[in-house]
């Protein structure tokens, strides 16, 4: 018996492209969540480094008086 679609040769081959481009079009995805994710980690460790830095001349200050 002949599958649907079994005139055109290609029509397997699309079909097989098309699936294979979706786990393509997830990683890509995973990708640029997990670069954004380390990109808000940079910014949240940097603020915390600049808190950290301001306590510790605020509380200079306060033993300097």
Sequence with gaps: MAKAGSGNPN????QLR???QRPLALLRRLLF???ESIRRS???IQS???AIELLERLEGRQFSN
């Design 42 to 44: 940079r910014i949240v």
């Design 11 to 14: 029509a397997g081959s699309h």
């Design 18 to 20: 098309m699936e294979d």
């Design 48 to 50: 915390t480094r600049d």
């Design 33 to 35: 969540e997990t670069e």
